[in-house]
């Protein structure tokens, strides 16, 4: 091989690992990596192919198998009434935590019209022309404000190549972290940053509400997991999928957050995992607010609660879905990366630590390399009981 064609072929694959996020993939994925390579580049994310009348799902968003969902369970979200007294409240959060690991709540505080809005310009800002939503489009995770198709890291278990590579979603991310202010969303249409604004303003208050409620569960202070702060914030739109079957919205995953507030339209297409075993669906209620839990307090409650696995199906050949995440961590400001373990109120003779301590940059590199899903990149963390 010349030099120059050596060059241009470490240029290719270079660009290719920095798009899939895996290091050393097989030559076989090669074609994949160019075509996802060559979608980034057109920077109009799966809008942009909706726009351009594709009627089949290429092959870079194709699911390994039809994502069913079991219809035998008839599953319903658990539900926590706020306004009952606290130790009820309590008591339904700690349950739920402990069960499926995600709940809705009721009577939160949150005007219905502050989550309308948010859904409303979330869905306003992706069916903006290709001109004034491309040039935020970015794959990179650092920067106040990027859009993109995020692809979530493929589960590194030996699965063949058909494993998709994107979801059938464009986000909007707002990353909030590090800034003791609001960050700098000046490119982004006025009316879609004040609401999101005010979304975020919102929800923070709900946030530490919802810390409160689910330290006070472990029976320890509220202020074991305060402050809080809502790092992150995914706002996602699903376009309409001329194949729905045949394309995930979301990859199967667990949060790395301590806990994520997930609000939704009334599209639908949200699956829990019970139990390691069926999917099932999240019914979905327009405007609702739903609390999941992460891997991070899984960890800090030493496996009292636990992280619900999840994935979001394409329901509709029509309608766009659009739904936002933002994702509750432990406050940090500045340079320093927080150390997280399981709490020492929790930590017993019966019950010994069940994970090492880690820092959220390992959770990171960890959820990276292996991906997010189950079994997930925590247990490189657990504690195994020794043999011996
Ligand atoms: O779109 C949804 O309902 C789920 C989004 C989600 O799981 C995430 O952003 O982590
Ligand atoms: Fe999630």
Request: aromatic fraction near 6%; proline fraction near 5%.
């Given at each position: 091989m010349d030099p120059a064609t050596a060059r241009a072929s470490h240029r290719k694959r270079k660009h290719k690992r920095r798009y899939d996020g895996q290091q050393g993939m097989a030559?076989?994925?090669?074609?994949?990596?160019?075509a996802l390579f060559r979608f980034h580049e057109s920077r109009g994310g799966v809008r942009a192919l909706v726009e351009s009348g594709v009627t089949t799902v290429p092959p870079l968003f194709l699911a390994p198998t039809a994502p069913v969902s079991s219809a035998a369970v008839n599953f319903v979200v658990p539900s926590v009434d706020l306004s009952?007294?606290?130790?009820?409240?309590?008591?339904?959060?700690?349950?739920?935590?402990?069960?499926?690991?995600?709940?809705?709540?009721?009577?939160?505080?949150v005007p219905a019209g502050t989550v309308d809005s948010a859904l409303s310009v979330v869905r306003a800002f992706n069916e903006q022309p290709f001109a004034a939503?491309?040039?935020?489009?970015?794959?990179?995770?650092?920067?106040?404000?990027?859009?993109?198709?995020?692809?979530?890291?493929?589960?590194t278990d030996g699965q063949p190549v058909t494993t998709p590579l994107l979801s059938?979603?464009?986000?909007?991310?707002?990353?909030?972290?590090?800034?003791?202010?609001?960050p700098d969303l000046r490119n982004l249409p006025a009316a879609c940053r004040d609401s999101l604004l005010e979304y975020r303003r919102s929800l923070t208050?709900?946030?530490?509400?919802?810390?409160?409620?689910?330290?006070?569960?472990?029976?320890?202070?509220?202020e074991r997991l305060d402050p809080v702060e809502g790092v992150l914030m995914q706002c996602h739109y699903h376009p309409p999928c001329p194949e729905p079957e045949r394309a995930l919205g979301s990859r199967e995953h667990t949060d790395g957050s301590l806990f994520t507030v997930l609000s939704q339209d009334g599209v639908g297409g949200l699956q829990v995992r019970l139990d390691g075993g069926e999917w099932v669906d999240v019914a979905p209620g327009a405007g609702t607010l739903l609390v999941n839990?992460?891997?991070?307090?899984?960890?800090?409650?030493?496996?009292?609660?636990?992280?619900?696995?999840?994935?979001?199906?394409?329901?509709?050949?029509?309608e766009p879905r659009v739904s936002i995440a933002l994702f509750f961590n432990p406050a940090k400001h500045g340079e320093t990366d927080f150390v997280f373990g399981p709490l020492p109120e929790l930590v017993t003779e019966?019950?010994?630590?069940?994970?090492?301590?880690l820092s959220w940059q390992q959770m990171?590199?960890?959820?990276?390399?292996?991906?997010?899903?189950?079994?997930?990149?925590?247990?490189?963390?657990?504690?195994?009981?020794s043999l011996s």
């Open positions: 030559s076989g994925d090669d074609d994949a990596a160019l009952l007294p606290r130790s009820d409240a309590v008591a339904l959060v700690r349950a739920a935590a402990r069960s499926s690991g995600i709940f809705q709540v009721t009577n939160h505080g939503r491309s040039p935020l489009y970015s794959v990179s995770s650092t920067g106040a404000v990027t859009y993109a198709t995020v692809p979530i890291p493929r589960p059938w979603r464009d986000s909007l991310i707002l990353r909030f972290d590090d800034r003791p202010r609001d208050r709900l946030g530490k509400e919802i810390a409160g409620l689910l330290a006070e569960g472990l029976g320890v202070g509220a839990i992460g891997d991070v307090l899984k960890v800090v409650s030493n496996d009292e609660y636990t992280s619900v696995e999840h994935r979001v199906v394409i329901k509709s050949a029509q019966e019950k010994p630590a069940r994970y090492r301590s990171l590199d960890n959820r990276s390399a292996l991906g997010h899903a189950k079994p997930s990149a925590l247990d490189q963390f657990r504690v195994t009981a």
